[in-house]
């Protein structure tokens, strides 16, 4: 959810709280002025035009229950629809999503987290696109040793979230790291790290990326970073090559 792809409500009401294990989330509102698609490629009904003369009713729902200890169960749901104003012609068009998510814990340093999101969208009375999106990953966070993390992501071509930010689809992603941390007698952190992604899409395009990061604590006032990070990617059948490097130094003052 994206509450500022909402421009101009003629109202809206936002409900929130806890009841035992339970969060739950409401968000109605009613939009004088929608935007266009925030998706890549747009879509059919939320296009410049098709929005111009109409009103956006929009509503989420967010459910978590805690559970595995420190982990949750979550579900989701939002619906965005649109209506001609008086007096007005055009397209009237809906985006549905209904999606799932969950956290667990392994002990003090393991976490696996997962979702996974179906989506409908169109104008009304035409062709609907249906499409899904889901992630998974997997990580080790420890004060001391080896940790890291791996994960991965999809998006079908004809998903669609309305309610989003700068949405995508028709991509696959790859990612993790491996680091190890050692603490010296004289409490110096020394923490070096190798991490890579790889994104494709459907088209054709992929982005590959490995870093190389080392980061100094000495002792808890002083924290140095430094990384190098080449890159190759491909663009409409152009492959492009480069990197990246920098270093930062925090000081803590009592």
Do not use: C
């Amino acid at each position: 959810l994206y509450s500022r792809s909402i421009v101009d409500p003629l109202y809206g009401i936002k409900l929130s709280g806890r009841s035992g294990k339970l969060n739950y989330g409401i968000l109605h509102a009613l939009d004088q002025a929608p935007t266009s698609s925030v998706h890549e490629y747009g879509t059919d009904g939320f296009n410049e035009d098709d929005v111009s003369n109409t009103v956006a009713e929009n509503l989420y729902i967010r459910l978590r229950q805690d559970a595995f200890g420190a982990g949750y169960i979550g579900l989701y749901a939002a619906d965005k629809r649109t209506f001609l104003k008086s007096n007005s012609t055009g397209k009237e068009a809906f985006n549905n999503i209904l999606g799932g998510d969950i956290q667990i814990p392994f002990g003090d340093t393991i976490t696996l987290n997962s979702h996974i999101v179906g989506s409908i969208a169109g104008p009304k009375g035409g062709d609907p696109q249906i499409g899904s999106s889901g992630s998974f990953g997997i990580g080790r966070s420890a004060p001391k040793g080896f940790g890291g993390n791996v994960s991965s992501s999809f998006s079908s071509e004809d998903y669609r979230q309305e309610m989003g930010f700068l949405t995508t689809s028709g991509r696959q992603t790859y990612s993790g790291e491996l680091n190890h941390t050692t603490i010296n007698k004289k409490d110096h952190l020394i923490k070096p790290a190798v991490n890579g992604k790889y994104t494709s899409e459907l088209n054709g395009n992929y982005n590959a990326q490995v870093g190389f990061y080392q980061s100094y604590r000495i002792p808890s006032r002083i924290r140095f970073r430094g990384y190098v990070s080449p890159t190759w990617i491909r663009y409409q059948n152009t492959d492009l090559q480069g990197y990246s490097a920098g270093s930062d130094i925090q000081i803590r003052f009592n």
